[in-house]
């Protein structure tokens, strides 16, 4: 079955570091890869998202590479910001149906 | 941001009583889902509807019903709940227009504790 694995949490930094966030997937086929964001008491929010290979999605200074040679979609940011501490979420949805499968979650950390 | 309200947000009740939680979309969209949070182990799906009347299961279904008799509202029932259900709880939704695209958005989420 479907699988998403993401380093686990929690990644504490300083504000204007750079953040990288490791995601892998185990999945058949081409599968659309998604990472939301959840703010403290609040529900997952879209932050980007990549439906085929070598795709980058991108948002709010955040970035990700769909790869499939190393079943990856790392997320990045040059410079993390107080606002950014969150928990995110890499999440996977294969092409057989709307079914997403999310990892673990990270919890991020931002320290002024 | 999508349309989508949960109620109740707040619950407490006690083992072996029946509790049910609704989620009302605006987005008149074809599918609907309830996920359950949990630490360590992200979101896992507990059932989900493709349509009215048309649900099914997903990998965390035993406990748990739905119903869905309007496009707008999702229920979700707990027919007698246990201290493992305690989590929080929270409902998507989706278009279903494009496999490849489609996207799910998120409801703000009902805290459950059953003591």
């Known amino acids: 079955g479907n699988s998403v694995t993401q380093m686990e949490g929690p990644v504490t930094l300083s504000e204007e570091a750079f953040l990288t966030i490791n995601c892998t997937y185990t999945a058949t086929g081409y599968p659309s890869l998604f990472w939301y964001v959840q703010y403290p008491g609040e529900g997952l929010q879209l932050l980007l998202k990549?439906?085929?290979?070598?795709d980058k999605g991108s948002n709010k200074g955040f970035e990700a590479t769909y790869r499939k040679e190393t079943t990856s979609f790392h997320l990045e940011k040059g410079s993390v910001q107080v606002s950014d501490s969150a928990v995110y979420f890499c999440a996977l949805k294969d092409n057989a149906g709307n079914m997403l499968t999310f990892g673990g979650g990270t919890r991020l950390m931002v320290k002024p | 941001d999508a349309g989508i309200t949960q109620s109740p947000r707040h619950k407490v009740t006690e083992t072996g009583t029946p509790v049910t939680l609704r989620c009302h979309q605006t987005e008149n969209h074809r599918y609907m889902y309830w996920y359950r949070q949990d630490p360590g182990h992200g979101l896992r799906l507990i059932h989900y509807?493709?349509?009215?009347?048309?649900?099914d299961k997903g990998e965390v279904s035993d406990g748990y019903s739905v119903s869905r008799s309007k496009t707008e509202d999702f229920l979700l029932t707990l027919e007698s709940a246990t201290s493992s259900q305690t989590s929080v709880y929270f409902c998507a939704i989706s278009s279903g227009t494009s496999e490849s695209t489609d996207t799910q958005y998120f409801g703000p989420g009902t805290r459950l504790t059953v003591l």
């Open positions: 990549a439906t085929k290979a070598d």
């Open positions: 509807s493709y349509g009215v009347k048309d649900t």
